[in-house]
């Protein structure tokens, strides 16, 4: 009979434990307030620091340090030959999310993730990436956030041999999990086709999945 009153008393007390920021699902942090994300897993790390631009809308300067394909390139005259491979890259941009919807239990939001990218090594250069993408998000009773969507993380770099262009368009899953006020975890993935544009390129897969943690400011 005590294990049945307290987790009814739990069930109830739930609506309280409403997120007091999020890093990932699109929500807007709301005007002068700040967050980081921190997060690891392949291809990249990355760091953001997010602040609320307007009550809609949130601007951050993002940084990523890759140590995988950004888009798996596969150029078949040098499958074997290691300097084909981008496995060194530094992103250096910002994030911009935008409040589209924002009612009942499915909210949207545009995302932008412009910047400027180094190939640090093998195949040498430096490019530019923008990865517009869209994502919807789930409000659960629970300390949970469910959000999904789509997002095209499109890139050209340049080096000695010429220019790549890649075109993945990947659908995205992940959740964000509440641990405090000042405390998220986040999961998410990434995954979808990669259409290479240089000579000797192929159609492959883009993946990305990573594990972060968000810290309210």
């Known amino acids: ?26 929500e807007p942090l709301g005007k002068s307030k700040d967050a980081l994300h921190l997060e690891i897993g392949y291809p990249d790390v990355s760091f953001l620091y997010d602040t609320g631009y307007e009550s809609d809308s949130n601007l951050g300067l993002k940084f990523r340090l890759g140590y995988g394909p950004l888009s ?4 078949r005259k040098c499958v074997d030959d290691e300097h084909c491979q981008a496995d060194v890259w530094i992103f250096l941009g910002a ?25 640090a090594k093998d ?30 993380p499109f890139h050209i770099y340049f080096y000695k041999e010429g220019a790549f262009v890649g075109i993945p368009v990947a659908f995205t899953a992940g959740s964000e999990i509440k641990v405090d006020t000042q405390t998220n975890v986040t999961i998410q993935l990434e995954a979808g086709p990669s259409i290479g544009i240089a000579e000797g390129s192929d159609t492959s897969v883009y993946i990305l999945f990573k594990i972060g943690i968000g810290i309210g400011l």
């Open 72 to 75: 798996h390139i596969n150029r």
């Open 123 to 152: 195949a040498k250069g430096a490019g530019f990436l923008l990865s517009p993408g869209l994502i919807f998000s789930v409000p659960l009773k629970e300390p949970v956030i469910i959000n999904f969507g789509f997002n095209a």
């Open 1 to 26: 009979m005590f294990r049945v009153v307290k987790f009814t008393t739990f069930f109830f007390c739930l609506p309280s434990l409403v997120f007091a920021f999020s890093v990932s699902s699109g």
């Open 95 to 119: 994030r911009y999310i935008k409040e589209l919807r924002h009612k009942g239990k499915l909210n949207l939001a545009l995302k932008l993730e412009p910047g400027f990218m180094l190939i």
